[in-house]
């Protein structure tokens, strides 16, 4: 049976990038797979939270996802620190993982820099506890955006490895779904670095609850280079801040590059952006209303999660089960 899994982390506000590099297909997946989505709150105290801005965070993640099209009649939407079989699972698997592959996670490197000594245990075991998260429902499916390839590279090597050494079948090895033309969307100060929530810079990116105003000064000022767009994807060779604007129509679009340079190739940014920041005002308006609706409703958010979590357990509960007996704990 194909089951999707992914996650999302609690901390800032859902931006252009998760929208668009994971939520959307997230979303679209709802129809022909049997979804778990989870909003990671383990994951988020590998960095030091204020308890109270991480408890309305996971509340407002939990709006954002539901105001973008999750319908959690259909998918298991909760939060992860409900199901204690992701902790309790990671620590099976952090006797699975070597410290060889962790070291090799370049995530860890360039966020750590330089301050490698100084980051939580918690923090460099990241990735295994993202096994967990995956491999507690046996998922087969893990849609995310380009930057979370080599974790789940690092998954499939976990859920092997365990199979290999106790010489079972239990794990699936998971596969990653990265689609679309925006898999790794860009800061819009910045084309070689990813848009992200821990940017200081809030003009780096587009957040889903940014007004149209916002949206259109934000997109005026985006760094770009003084050439017009060219009228062929070769000739964005080289030119990241114009790449990555066209890959942003092209995703808000539906259509392809191609496409779009077909439309645009020849006009400068001055004509480019502003159509650019309509299309993006018209795709995240309705998003942005319903997620007003939604963030003030404390009980019926809890209400959702609460379910969601009783039925996340169903599932990995017996998963849990299975890997006791095969590592061979008593109970
Ligand atoms: N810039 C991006 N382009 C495409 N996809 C992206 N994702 C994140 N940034 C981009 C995808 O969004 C999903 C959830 O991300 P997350 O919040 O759990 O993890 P993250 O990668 O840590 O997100 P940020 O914004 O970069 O947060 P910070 O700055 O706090 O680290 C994932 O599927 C991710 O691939």
């Not at 992701?86 to 006797?95: G, P, Q, S």
């Not at 990241?240 to 259509?255: C, F, H, I, Q």
């Not at 340079?261 to 940014?269: A, K």
């Not at 089960?321 to 061979?328: D, I, L, S």
């Amino acid at each position: 049976m194909n089951r999707v899994f992914s996650g999302i982390q609690p901390t800032g506000n859902l931006h252009l990038g998760n929208y668009l590099g994971a939520i959307r297909n997230w979303v679209t997946m709802q129809d022909a797979y049997d979804c778990i989505y989870c909003v990671v709150d383990l994951h988020a105290i590998t960095n030091r939270q204020d308890p109270k801005v991480l408890r309305q965070g996971i509340r407002e993640m939990a709006a954002a996802l539901l105001a973008s099209g999750i319908d959690p009649d259909r998918a298991i939407l909760f939060n992860q620190s409900a199901v204690h079989a992701h902790a309790e699972l990671a620590w099976v698997l952090m006797c699975t993982a070597r410290v060889g592959w962790l070291d090799r996670m370049t995530q860890f490197k360039d966020r750590a820099g330089k301050d490698r000594e100084g980051q939580s245990v918690g923090f460099y075991a990241y990735p295994v506890l993202q096994a967990a998260d995956i491999l507690a429902y046996k998922a087969t499916h893990v849609p995310v955006g380009d930057d979370q390839k080599q974790h789940l590279e690092l998954a499939r090597d976990i859920a092997a490895k365990f199979n290999t050494d106790f010489g079972v079948a239990l794990f699936p090895l998971p596969e990653p779904v990265i689609r679309g033309p925006a898999t790794r969307v860009m800061s819009l100060r910045d084309g070689t670095s990813k848009m992200s929530k821990s940017d200081p810079s809030d003009a780096s990116r587009i957040n889903l609850t940014d007004t149209a105003d916002a949206i259109a000064q934000k997109i005026k000022r985006a760094r770009t280079d003084a050439e017009p767009l060219p009228s062929e994807a070769a000739g964005l060779a080289g030119r990241p801040e114009a790449a990555n604007l066209v890959g942003l129509m092209a995703a808000l679009t539906d259509s392809t590059i191609a496409d779009v340079l077909r439309d645009h190739g020849g006009h400068g940014f001055g004509q480019f952006k502003p159509a650019l920041a309509d299309v993006m005002v018209s795709a995240l308006a309705p998003i942005s209303r319903r997620f007003n609706d939604l963030r003030g409703d404390s009980a019926a958010l809890d209400a959702i999660l609460a379910k969601g979590a009783a039925r996340a357990s169903a599932i990995a509960d017996p998963v849990l089960a299975e890997v006791h007996r095969t590592v061979g704990f008593a109970s």
